[in-house]
Each structure stands twice: as structure tokens, then as C-alpha cells.
């Protein structure tokens, strides 16, 4: 059976600091997705990582890709209140099937 | 402009009553989804469809049904609604992922249903 697990499940830090979340797969997939959800709202996409070693950054978010690992990364620097949310990753190793990682709440205390 | 849109936002029914959700996208994609959300966050694929076709049922209950008109519009509906049926359901949309498509999925902002 296909898994997608994160880690940590839940993560609060302070303020400025760094941290990285984990995203381990179980299956083939040359493609994976990061997702951000806040409190009682629906998710939006964030990063679509398409290739072994991609790696993308948007503000104090970036996201890589090891394929032959089977692992993606999500590494936040010097949070802020603001990234507090829940992120979510996902595979896609089949057409029209893609499946969420068990999603990291992330807590940013000010 | 709404890109994907679901309604009702909120559902709150008695067990054994029949309810509907209904899903359009006015992305163009060709693909649609359900994912239900449980109370501890996980996502969980119900169903896709790819231009009115259903392609994956993934061991959900047969008392759902989805049904889709055109390939902009997903409906659910459940029968006998169970306690266990309480989650927020999300429909998505994409394009299939290859070529130049990423795959990337544009959710609607989820029907929040509670069985009492």
C-alpha cells in the first residue's frame, strides 16, 4: 500500500528560527506537491517539484526533491506568525490519483 | 471569479437522510475529484473523473454516489448518512500531470458536513 508520511506531525517554534519539515514516499513518482492549509479553509498549492533535485523557493519557503531517496524537504527560514498553517505533500504515481502525507500543523509563536 | 466552487459550505443532517454536494470548476481541467477530510486532517481520495468518466473509486461506500453532467461539474451524493460520514468533503480539479501540465490541484473551500 502507497504511503506518504510527514514528519514532524506537529512542529511549534519560535519566531526567526529555521526548520524543516519531511515528506517520505513509499512508490515511484517523479512528481511532488507541496500544499498549505489554514485553519478551516481549503489548500492551495505552493510548490510542484517535477524532477529528482528540483528545488524551488518562494519567500522564506523551499522546497526539494529526491526521488531516488523517495523524499521531499520543506525548509522554513526565520519563521514568521504568518506561515502558521498545516502543509500537506503529495504523490501522484498514477494518472488521476494523488495522495496526501498525513500533514504537519506548524505553529509560529511570536 | 471563483475557480472551483462547492455548495453548500455547510451540510449538518440527521442520520439516515440523503444529502447532495455539488461541485463546477471553470478552470477547463479535465479532471475532477473528491477527497474527504476527517477530523485529524487526512486527506483521503474518494473518487476522480476524467471527462465524465469515473476512474478511480477508491473502496468507497456504495451509498456515495458521484455523478458528473460535463466535465466541468462533479456532484456527491450520499444515501443513509452514518455518524462516520461526518468530514469535509473537497472537490479538486487539474489537468492530468505530463507535458506541460504540472498536475497541480485547484481545491473548491470544502462542504463541512456533521451527522447528528
Known amino acids: 500500500e502507497l504511503k506518504v508520511e510527514q514528519n514532524p506531525l506537529f512542529l511549534s517554534m519560535q519566531e526567526g528560527k529555521n526548520y524543516t519539515i519531511y515528506c517520505n514516499y513509499s512508490t515511484t513518482s517523479d512528481r511532488l506537491y507541496w500544499y498549505r492549509q489554514d485553519p478551516g479553509k481549503s489548500l492551495e498549492s505552493l510548490f510542484v517539484l517535477l524532477s529528482n533535485g528540483a528545488v524551488k523557493q518562494e519567500g522564506r519557503l523551499m522546497a526539494s526533491l529526491d526521488t531516488k531517496a523517495r523524499l521531499s524537504t520543506l525548509h522554513i527560514t526565520a519563521a514568521v506568525h504568518d506561515l502558521s498553517a498545516t502543509y500537506f505533500c503529495?504523490?501522484?504515481?498514477?494518472?488521476?490519483?494523488?495522495?496526501f502525507g498525513t500533514g504537519t500543523r506548524l505553529k509560529v509563536l511570536a | 471569479d471563483t475557480a472551483v466552487s462547492q455548495t453548500p459550505k455547510y451540510l449538518v443532517t440527521q442520520m439516515g437522510n440523503d444529502k447532495s454536494i455539488k461541485c463546477e470548476q471553470n478552470l477547463g481541467h479535465d479532471t475532477m475529484y473528491w477527497y474527504k477530510q476527517d477530523s485529524k486532517k487526512f486527506l483521503k481520495i474518494m473518487f476522480s473523473y476524467n471527462n465524465k468518466e469515473l476512474i478511480i473509486n477508491e473502496t468507497v461506500p456504495n451509498r456515495f454516489s458521484p455523478k458528473s453532467p460535463d466535465k466541468a461539474h462533479l456532484n456527491l451524493h450520499i444515501n443513509s448518512l452514518e455518524l462516520g460520514d461526518s468530514a469535509v468533503y473537497f472537490c479538486?480539479?487539474?489537468?492530468?500531470?505530463?507535458?506541460?501540465?504540472?498536475?497541480?490541484?485547484?481545491f473548491g473551500e470544502g462542504s463541512r458536513l456533521t451527522v447528528l
Open positions: 503529495a504523490v501522484e504515481p498514477g494518472t488521476y490519483k494523488y495522495i
Open positions: 479538486a480539479s487539474s489537468f492530468p500531470a505530463g507535458g506541460s501540465n504540472t498536475g497541480e490541484l485547484f
